[in-house]
């Protein structure tokens, strides 16, 4: 009987110690967490994106260059974004005897293996994964992916530590329209940011819409591929066909121009300029904000740099112009 107790009293501090334990560890995170913010804040502030702000701030005050077709705060713009886009350019490109691929099962196998799959615990350790990372980082906003928008808030979001912003709200901030006419400028690979990517080593080597291009002195734009141009982001995203052909665009700048291509133009040009959410969503480079209050943490620096770009841009008094183009419309 007494050993009976003994032991029960034994197990319930057991438990007692265990939740001790993990509610210090908790604890632990917390501040971790408070440290790296404050860490990043700190370096933010000194080192990169808060400088970059106040540059932007003095360029755009400055009338000197209030008659500028490439007005000096833009072409920081776009050696940002082309710098974030050319880092991820390679980012997922598939060479299999480093990889490892394996021939695809026939179209049989493949449509026994998809009735009613049953997720591996891999794949469910990684969708938990990413739903606490978007509570803490937000997620992109899906319906224009490429481009480098703010992140929206997760659902879940942690109220003690976030304002509220609702994707609902969210969306209302972002206005896009065909862009005239007028704004149909010349795209130049290698100068200006493309968003693209490679698909695959073979594509990228053996297709003659490939390296072979370079190869072969030759270089255009194939009927089936498809470019869009985003105001004010001078930014132009490439569509399922043509990524490898664009990628090696970029690359050979100087030997395209040598064969005569020197420039190109979008199928598609979008303009977002009149979007109520440059005004509204700043970043310090650590926090993401909206209206002065911090909705979510930011995941990737640069991203908020060309952000906090953008903004300064379009609240600047006077059109900041890029070939002659203003990025911030004034009435």
């Known amino acids: 009987m007494f050993i009976g107790r003994k032991a029960k009293k034994l197990r319930k501090e057991n438990l007692d110690l265990r939740e001790q334990c993990k509610s210090q560890k908790g604890r632990l995170a917390d501040l971790e967490a408070e440290v790296s ?30 008659g500028w077709d490439n007005h000096p705060a833009a072409m920081i713009l776009i050696q940002q974004t082309r710098a974030y886009f050319d880092t991820i350019m ?7 005897e480093f990889t490892g691929l394996k021939e695809k099962p026939d179209r049989e196998v493949q449509n026994v293996s998809l009735v009613n799959p049953v997720p591996d615990r891999k794949t469910v350790e990684s969708w938990r994964r990413d739903k606490a990372w978007q509570k803490v980082y937000g997620r992109n906003y899906t319906d224009i992916g490429k481009l480098p928008f703010p992140p929206m808030q997760a659902d879940g979001f942690d109220s003690g530590k976030f304002v509220e912003f609702s994707s609902e709200e969210y969306k209302s901030m972002i206005t896009g329209a065909k862009a005239s006419e007028s704004k149909r400028i010349a795209i130049e690979p290698g100068i ?5 990517e490679p698909w695959g080593y073979k594509r990228l080597t053996e297709d003659e819409r490939g390296l072979g291009r370079v190869m072969h002195d030759y270089w255009g734009k194939w009927n089936d591929m498809e470019y869009e141009f985003y105001w004010p982001f001078c930014l132009t995203t490439v569509g399922e066909a043509g990524n490898h052909s664009i990628a090696v665009a970029c690359l050979y700048h100087e030997s395209i121009l040598a064969c005569g291509e020197t420039s190109m ?21 650590v926090y993401w904000f909206k209206d ?25 008094e006077y059109p900041i112009r890029y070939k002659g183009i203003p990025l911030n419309e004034k009435e």
Request: net charge negative; hydrophobic share 40%.
């Open 90 to 96: 390679f980012h997922k490109l598939e060479i299999p």
């Open 192 to 196: 200006d940011a493309i968003c693209t």
């Open 37 to 66: 913010a404050y860490e990043q804040k700190i370096e933010c502030s000194t080192t990169h994106v808060a400088p970059l702000a106040r540059m932007i701030e003095k360029l755009c005050a400055d009338f000197r260059y209030a």
């Open 292 to 316: 002065e209050e911090p909705y979510c943490m930011v995941s990737n620096r640069q991203k908020a740099v060309i952000w906090m770009i953008l903004h300064t841009i379009m609240d600047a």
């Open 265 to 285: 133009y979008a199928d598609t040009y979008m303009d977002y300029g009149k979007s109520e959410i440059f005004h509204r969503v700043t970043s310090d480079g």
